[in-house]
Nanobody
Framework: QVQLQESGPGLVKPSQTLSLTCTVS??????????WNWIRQPPLKGLEWMGA???????YYSPSLKSRTSISRNSSKNQFTLQLSSVTPEDTAVYYC????????????????WGQGTQVTVSS
């Protein structure tokens, strides 16, 4: 059974960098052909795919967030990390990590394992 768990600060100040880590258990993030994704849901809005890191380390980003987003991994710890720079209150959301197979940018219903989500609030 694959499990994902998000961790990171719940409160970030405007203009700072948000950093979240997803720890994966029950499966390796380097296993072919899985993609490891970050998804968020702002209050009263739908889910938004932010980006992904593939089994081979390749990264993919939403065009709307690409200039502010970086995803990396630590294979030895079986973790992948999201960094979102220059945050504003509009980045307040529940942030999820999730696994997909075969490619990135899948319909959200195609992700088979999700973390429970972590609330991040951007406020001074």
């Amino acid at each position: 059974q694959v499990q994902l768990q998000e961790s990171g600060p719940g409160l970030v100040k405007p203009s700072q960098t948000l950093s979240l880590t997803c720890t994966v258990s029950g499966g390796s993030i380097t296993t072919n052909y899985y993609y490891w994704n970050w998804i968020r849901q702002p209050p009263l809005k739908g889910l938004e795919w932010m980006g992904a890191i593939a089994y081979n380390g390749s990264t993919y980003y939403s065009p709307s967030l690409k200039s502010r987003t970086s995803i990396s991994r630590n294979s030895s710890k079986n973790q992948f990390t999201l960094q979102l720079s220059s945050v504003t209150p509009e980045d307040t959301a529940v942030y999820y990590c999730a696994r997909g197979e075969g490619t990135y940018g899948l319909p959200l219903t195609e992700y088979d394992y999700w973390g429970q989500g972590t609330q991040v609030t951007v406020s001074s």
